[in-house]
């Protein structure tokens, strides 16, 4: 294992665990409990991962699947729920809170420290907790959360088998997914009353469930095996011929546009909340949808046609 895999092991995961310990940081203060830092034993298995991987796998992920993004999930999602859940319930207070003046503050915050002779980390960290908004907290994690995902996946040591090409793709995508499901978080969660708490939980649960894309490697990794050697040989099956397509078309009905859709319309229709944005994304994801159900129908026929021969 050469130097270059090895500090990127270790910076990859580094970040990640800085990441999720500002978020469990913030939870403590906003929860106003010490209790809550035993949310850092969630970076243990983490941290035995790094360790497995440098041992057994020199470092390199794995082909399809990347359980060092799967386990930095786990060890940030939860301080994001309780974080999410917090504010919804205490929403009318935190909202009095001006974006701008959270803005000027910080900035203000930060010259001060900079020329203080009593700087100390604990005492900005606190000014920058008071400054900031709640849901500008929330966002940031959240930002954070996807472009670190994208970074990381990119720092990564390749997975056997995967090219830079197919890592490059898998990128572009992410990048993709990252923005749609942080507008699908923004968006729909603004829309909550206070008469509908239970919309959070659909909403965080859905988010949770989409973030699992990212761990996944399925709908790009055999891209490149997929050529026409394949497609000449009848007797396969739909599955092993387009796998790639169909992994796609499975990620997007089950796992993001699909269940995205379900949660508009069930906030149009059974919460009675109508705006133009919000109707604008539900049409978005329902056009994703029924044009994935059409290139299904599209691949199944041209498999039809190949296996019936000329």
């Known amino acids: 294992m050469g130097l270059f895999s090895f500090l990127s092991v270790i910076i990859t995961r580094t970040l990640f665990i800085l990441v999720s310990l500002i978020g469990v940081w913030r939870v403590a203060y906003v929860k106003e409990s010490h209790y809550y830092w035993f949310l850092t034993f969630l970076f243990l298995p983490l941290v035995v991962e790094m ?40 929403k009318a207070a935190d909202n009095k809170c001006n974006y701008t003046d959270g803005v ?7 010259k001060t420290n900079a020329t203080s002779e009593n700087f100390t980390l604990p005492s900005l960290l606190k000014n920058v907790n008071e400054a900031l908004c709640p849901n500008n907290w929330i966002l940031a ?27 490059s793709q898998l990128l572009l995508i992410f990048v993709g997914t990252a923005a749609d499901i942080l507008e699908f978080t923004s968006e729909t969660l603004n829309d909550i009353t206070d008469t509908s708490p239970e ?14 894309q990212f761990p996944c490697h399925l709908s790009v990794v055999k ?4 050529g026409g050697d394949n497609d000449a040989v009848q007797g396969d099956s739909l599955w092993s011929k387009y796998s790639t397509d169909l992994w ?20 149009l229709t059974h919460y009675r909340i109508i705006h133009q944005m919000l109707i604008f994304f539900t049409v978005k994801n329902f056009l994703v949808v029924i044009l994935n ?11 039809r046609f190949s296996q019936s021969g000329p």
């Open 248 to 267: 796609s078309i499975v990620e997007t009905l089950f796992i993001q546009d699909g269940p995205f859709l379900v949660v508009r319309l069930t906030v």
């Open 199 to 212: 919309l959070v939980y659909i909403i965080l649960a859905v988010w949770s469930w989409s973030m699992l």
């Open 223 to 226: 891209s490149m095996g997929q």
């Open 104 to 110: 000027e503050n910080l900035s203000r915050i930060l």
């Open 141 to 167: 994690l959240h930002q954070i959360l996807l472009i670190l995902l994208i970074l990381g996946k990119w720092l990564l040591p390749l997975g056997d088998g995967v090219t830079k090409d197919q890592l």
């Open 293 to 303: 159900l059409y290139r299904l129908f599209v691949i199944c026929q041209d498999f």
């Open 51 to 90: 360790i497995i991987t440098l041992r057994n796998q020199e470092g390199k992920d794995y082909k399809w699947f990347s359980p060092t993004i799967l386990l930095f999930l786990i060890s940030i999602v939860p301080s994001i729920w309780i974080l999410e859940l917090h504010h919804q319930q205490n």
